[in-house]
């Protein structure tokens, strides 16, 4: 039983990390159908606190118990399941060790005043939950960025010291950035810099666009010739910005949640461009179980096939 | 084998300091070509937090992986590496020994909506990282500025205790500069000065220009006939604010990115007013190696000769 | 050897603080030309944060090298120093001992956007740098006058607990007050009185002129005939407000910098008025060092003949 | 005022220690008669905790009261008084400034049941009675001596840290030691050196006899000739034990408590022998006021001429 | 500059560590005339504290003076001084940064009633001294044996998160030995192991004879022909215990401090067994500077050659 080289190549990557921190990405990396590929599908559910318990669960009623998301991403050979502390609290104990846990700690709301999201969880209920990592989100571009970064600081010095990952949603919005700017290829490619600067052990961002946002960067993108045409181009530019490939990057299902095939189409192209994977939560939990299931095959299929 | 007189010079004027703080100033001063010189060129790379990855590392593409920076460092014989958290953990491990680092501790971006920093680290991080200095920036002039210098008394007080030392990057911006204010002479020394006063063990500055900002300023510079027409005039003044030398004083590289020679007739000057060195890094890490290790042999060459 | 009864007297005023205090204002007492009168002269030099350093330093170079001022106040036989963080660091090692210091624990500047004050060192920095006393200013008057005396009541906490003494400048200023009134006898006064009732030990206040500023205060001082023609009558008001002269209540040198025989009569007023002291920087050391030490000699002579 | 070579040298040994710490020792070395010698005579009073009230009082009942202590080291112009917390508690308010105090930390008494001492006092406690060091006996050869040890470490860690001197009795006694071996030449020399280890600014040591006790000392005393005949020549040893004089090393003043004669030429001997000073206690409170004064002047007569 | 391949083979044998611990243990190895070489020469003065200063220092009186084992162990190109806190606060502001020095943390004495040792030093005095590695020693066989491993744990742990490297003096003695079981192979390669199995990075034990001590180890050395004829065959059974050489081990210079050929022939065993180096204290300084100088360049060829 050699021990797969592309998760030795990966857990490499992390060389100053603890031991601790490295057995639990290798727990991600070693979990589902795509254990051992250096690939990864993660089950995120945090839609509840983001818009609402009936605009997220109502399609699928059975949605509305936690253990569901917990039984869906075993189910479906996921490599670990993220969600905020209630979630996780009403599932723990049941799916004790059959999937990897990322606990949420911060959490945005949809009756929120500022582009701000509450911490909602600690380290020390990770570890009473058995959780694998910690998951935070940034707002880069919000008047709360800074705020935001310290609050990251500081979750992910005691993180790292219990021995946990630390996951970061790098979302950027604010006043400097229009709705485009928001997705734009220099903007999310930044956002994924900063959550790599910041210590992350695994970054999320969402699929780029080729359009681009910030008037000193649109100069480089064109004088360096930055191929943006296609998504795996993108992608593969997004990865780059990640320490050249040496932080494992995973992206967000996009906007297409009512379109399969241009879902699968985009995350075709995202495998292609060197991802790591998918994060990927609203577009499975809302359709019945088994078109879930099978859309979930589908794209474990595709990173299985991107190794 | 003698301890070479001018590092003895210089580690006597940190007379209140602990001796672990002054072993690593000692560590920063015996690195690299110009060990033992007291001059000292530190390698920075936070350009991708503060202006983006692609504007940082897109025109040298190598620069994207965080060890490149460890190895052009150490490959071109300077006294430090500087970077934030992530790009340290990056490669601490692999390069551990090889070259001092400073842990910049706090972090601006492009898309801030604040003349603020984040604080993106800690002295613990340092420690575990086996850092020899923590790095820090503050806005004199900002909104921000008290902030900041709260924040750096805090941090700077843990590193002392722990045996660091403190490097203050000083960068006036605010309302109450314009553009040409900001590398105005009399507001450049003040800035040296403060940081100085804030107990920074080494000081970060621009270049100074001859421009004077601050009205009541203006009076005593001309009333005192204090020098000014040439960059060594200049950087004489700053140093002089910095404790009459008995501070550590480095120099960025200024505005004159895309003209080697006339960024090296600015270093020459700034070598020339009695500067303890530069910190050097976008003119660096963006052109090919190769000639960022030329690039780098003529700064050096610089301060050897002027020591 | 019979301990002076004019320090016992002072000492005795101070009664509900532990012995540590005690000491630490002793030491003051006791040091130098006016040792055991009864009255103080002490050296600040803060003006480089204030007001950067060429227009606090330019006048006499010599006074840009911290070890200046220690040597000067110990050779002048004044009472106490009084320096930010950096400028003690920069000598407190070789002076130790020479003379009592006073940390000041937050600065202004020049080119700040608020009436505020940055917190730059604390009470651990003030033992481990074997000082006698921190001090604090307040701006009564200003947006940030309440958070400035929270962050001195949790200071001066600490400090007394330590066995410190706190030197508190309470400087008025803010949309309340002209230029006329920041230096009116009732707000003078007033001033005072507040740094009294937040516990300070020493109070440093500007001579008052006969302007008065607020308008309710103006019926009393006029029906109760509080006589303000003279420097000395003034004094003795701020004095009695000063909790009836049972607390060190010490005075800037005033706006006559260049008229040395002006600023001596101010002092002689302001001791005759029964002020404790002087505290007097930019007028002693922006001129050369023999001329300080003239006017220094000749400062410490009216309040030695005051006693 | 130049300050005193003599005491700039012995500072300078203390090379690792904080403003602070070095402040307090300068105290101890400018005060009262041998101000600016290098010499020290400090007056101890815990006899009353090792011996009982009346054995140590009854003789002179005026020294029953706290302040009288105190005074007369005043008086005597004596360099320091060292007392258990309550001895301190009820003089320091009224003495304060007027004499460096040392609080002892531990304190045996004859009703003990083991080699041992009870901690009494606290760092915090020095801090608010205002004393310049602190002090603690450690028993080399009890069974209770790693147990001090590790209690002085802590302690001493804290003082440090908050610019306290400390100040280490170090008497050897315990099941390895007969009652000549505890003054034996080879012993104290042990016990003086432990204490330099242990980090002790100031070692207290009883003064040496000519005798030897552990037998594979024996033979290098023998071998390397060490001369030990006189006084001043075991002194002389003990101070090189010291790390060759680079540590404060004072001396009790012997068993000759009722013949003044034998303890004023003890003391010559130990002041020929190089000792920083004596610390001295019975032989000066238990005889009459007028009979203390006069010997402690003989005393500081000695150590004036020894400088 | 290529970093040494043998330097990089022995810090990736420490995995689990932190860059900043594995930053200290290279600078270690990278010190000196051994400087890349993988092997060390460190020199140990705590024999002040175990045999008293005389029978340390009297042969060489010189050595009396802490400064002289720094200035000895810097010129005689050694890798590390490791000593007890008041030998490294004589010397450590004066020699910052110029050789890695080792905290020596317990310490035991001639006078002690137990096998055991003294805490005299923290993890917190090892960063203000600017320790590269902390040292303790524990005795396995004594009753203490278990105290001292439980005092290593906690002080290990925290050296651990501070960066530094942990060394351990392992001296097996106790009721369970008499004198020649205490440096038998089987207990000495017990020693060893144990040091291991406690997370030291360094081990130090002293060169085994040919005896073995425990009666069921003796069988299984016979049963299984492990060769210990030679000391060299010696030295390789205990680095084979010592993680089958993935520790650093290091030998004592034995008993033979009165015949150089006899001791430079031992270290040539040890060092022909794959030993990584010396630890070497009295066999050096009790000797005139010059021989030392001498005998210390023949023990550093030995392990040059052995490279």
Request: charged share 20%.
């Amino acid at each position: 039983m050699t021990f797969p080289h592309k998760v030795r190549k990966i857990l490499d990557c992390y060389e100053s990390d603890t031991p601790g921190t490295k057995a639990n990405l290798c727990r991600i990396l070693m979990q589902g159908h795509l254990a051992g590929t250096g690939k990864v599908v993660i089950l995120p559910v945090d839609q509840g606190f983001e818009h609402g318990p009936a605009r997220s669960f109502a399609p699928n009623p059975a949605a509305y118990d936690p253990r569901y998301h917990f039984q869906l991403a075993i189910d479906a050979g996921l490599s670990a399941y993220a969600a905020p502390l209630g979630m996780l609290e009403a599932g723990a104990a049941h799916f004790a060790g059959q999937i990897p846990t990322i606990l949420k700690l911060n959490s945005s709301n949809s009756l929120a005043t500022e582009q701000d999201q509450a911490v909602t969880g600690s380290v020390a209920d990770a570890l009473r939950l058995g959780c694998s990592a910690v998951g935070f989100t940034i707002y880069p571009g919000s008047e709360y960025a800074f705020k935001q970064m310290d609050e990251l600081r500081s979750l992910a010095e005691d993180a790292k010291a219990a021995g946990l990952a630390v996951v970061v949603w790098s979302y950027p919005r604010g006043p400097m950035l229009d709705k485009a700017g928001e997705t734009a290829l220099d903007i999310c490619a930044y956002a994924a810099h900063m959550a790599a600067l910041l210590g992350a052990h695994i970054i999320k961002v969402k699929p780029p666009t080729a359009h681009l946002s910030l008037p000193a960067a649109v100069k480089v993108y064109e004088e360096q010739n930055i191929p943006r045409a296609t998504m795996a181009e993108r992608v593969r530019h997004v990865v780059q910005c990640c320490f050249d490939g040496r932080r494992i990057v995973v992206f967000s299902g996009g906007e297409n949640k009512n379109d399969t095939a241009a879902l699968l189409e985009d995350i075709q192209g995202i495998a292609d461009g060197g991802a790591n994977g998918a994060i990927i939560g609203r577009n499975t939990f809302q359709r019945p179980r088994a078109e879930a299931m099978d859309l979930l095959a589908r794209i474990v299929d595709i990173y299985r096939k991107a190794e």
